[in-house]
Nanobody
């Protein structure tokens, strides 16, 4: 059974930083793109960041480019999202996802989400 378990969310002031982690199990980690989406209240789920199989090609939404960094640790089956210069608009539930070719809203595997709240 595939499980993606997020951690690291919380409350932070604008301008601050958080690091999210996602622990993957039940899948061959090296065969999946990994990534993060987020969903704010009343809004659709949106792409945040993704990373390829080997971890050398991250890709980002324009809204987080230059502020967020995604990385993966193949030895530990972990994915990280380092979030710097956080803004109130970043407030959302953040979801970890895994997909065989890329991460998309139709990716087969999702975590339960972790809440990130940025106060102004």
């Amino acid at each position: 059974q595939v499980q993606l378990v997020e951690s690291g969310g919380g409350l932070v002031q604008a301008g601050g930083s958080l690091r999210l982690s996602c622990a993957a199990s039940g899948l061959t980690f090296s065969r999946y793109h990994m990534g993060w989406f987020r969903q704010a209240p009343g809004k659709e789920r949106e792409f945040v960041a993704g990373i390829n199989l080997s971890g050398n090609k991250p890709y980002y939404a324009d809204s987080v480019e230059g502020r967020f960094t995604i990385s993966r640790d193949g030895a530990k089956n972990l994915v990280y999202l380092q979030m710097n210069s956080l803004e109130p608009e970043d407030t959302a539930v953040y979801y970890c996802t895994a997909g065989p070719l890329a991460v998309t809203p139709r990716s087969p595997y999702w975590g339960q989400g972790t809440q990130v709240t940025v106060s102004s």
